[in-house]
């Protein structure tokens, strides 16, 4: 009976930590292999500070993935000390999920890689002087000064849409960026409110933003019987409304028809104003448009903002006077 019982244990310790291996890996989506070594420079760690050995590079660790059985080999000789198993299991459970953790927020990283130009949805987890730490799902994001909307307020545990920008190395190791001010923010969330536009029959050829102020889209589609426009606004704007609540209600979105004409996409891209007679000069790449007098405020928009995405929309250099006053050079940034 004694022979029996002795020859069963090797096979109950071999599922126990093969199992549990595989539970590791699963659980936090990593390799097992990675895990082996983490084990593996977990002992050598264990080793050094319990025996004071400096010379680790004369020595190394054969581990039995099977049966989790480890020992320590110097030249390929066998150097484990009796019960070092014991000794070492605390130091080496330390530092076992230190590198798990390491290779887990890799593994994150690695996954938030793909979604890179993409909306998710977050909460806000805490305030870091005037960063914004977010908790995107499995990670967490840190939204710096210069993507956050400067319309907006945050506080903690607030629900928003944030558009993830990037991953940066910073001194604190590998970060990913969200963003509540860049124009992909606005073109997330026509993807995601509007059916054409998430199956490509209407597509999104130019987004000009100033978050919290305005933004324009310029909108085309080559479907017969597809109106772009129409699509974007929705049934009594009810898509459009959508976006905009989203982006916290204070900020106004101008849905425009993309057109070749030059003319006919500068004109459309300066609304609300209208009426308006536009002049190219192709050279320069430069129109200048005639206003009527109770358009020119529209045109140009408070403090420019109008004329600026105006610009940015069309590519021109855009120079607005009204229909009974000299030409005003309008401010614009292209």
């Not at 610009?311 to 940034?333: C, F, H, M, R």
Request: proline fraction near 5%; charge should be neutral.
């Amino acid at each position: 009976m004694k022979p029996a019982a002795d020859t069963s244990m090797p096979a109950i310790v071999r599922s126990e930590f093969a199992l549990a291996l595989n539970q590791v890996a699963t659980e936090r989506g990593i390799d097992p292999t990675v895990v082996l070594e983490t084990i593996k420079a977990a002992i050598l760690a264990a080793y050094r500070k319990d025996y004071g050995i400096e010379e680790l590079e004369l020595l190394t660790v054969e581990l039995n993935p099977d049966s989790g059985e480890a020992k320590i080999l110097k030249d390929g000789k066998d150097i484990t000390p009796p019960g070092f198993g014991r000794i070492a299991a605390q130091t080496a459970k330390q530092v076992i999920l230190q590198r798990i953790r390491e290779a887990e927020k890799q593994a994150v990283l690695t996954d938030y890689q793909t979604k890179v130009g993409t909306i998710v949805s977050g909460m806000v987890l805490r305030f870091d002087g005037p960063t914004v730490i977010v908790e995107i799902g499995r990670a967490q994001a840190v939204m710096p000064p210069q993507e956050q909307n400067p319309a907006e307020r945050y506080h903690l545990n607030q629900r928003l849409t944030f558009y993830i920008e990037g991953i940066r190395e910073t001194m604190r190791g590998s970060e990913i960026i969200v963003s509540r001010a860049h124009k992909g923010l606005v073109e997330g969330l026509f993807k995601r409110e509007v059916p054409e536009v998430s199956q490509g029959s209407v597509e999104l050829r130019v987004v000009a933003r100033e978050a919290g102020g305005r933004t324009k889209v310029a909108v085309f589609s080559n479907q017969p019987g597809v109106d772009p426009v129409g699509s974007c606004v929705g049934q009594k704007g009810v898509r459009v409304q959508a976006v905009i609540g989203e982006l916290g209600n204070n900020e106004k979105v101008d849905i425009i028809q993309w057109s070749d004409d030059a003319k006919q996409f500068i004109m459309a891209a300066l609304a609300p104003a209208k009426d308006l007679e536009v002049v190219l000069d192709e050279k320069k790449k430069s129109a200048e448009v005639l206003a009527p007098d109770d358009q020119l405020s529209l045109a140009i928009g408070r403090d420019g903002q109008n004329v600026r995405l105006a610009a940015k929309l069309t590519g021109w250099k855009i120079d607005i006077k009204g229909k009974s006053v000299p030409v005003e050079s309008t401010p614009q940034a292209v």
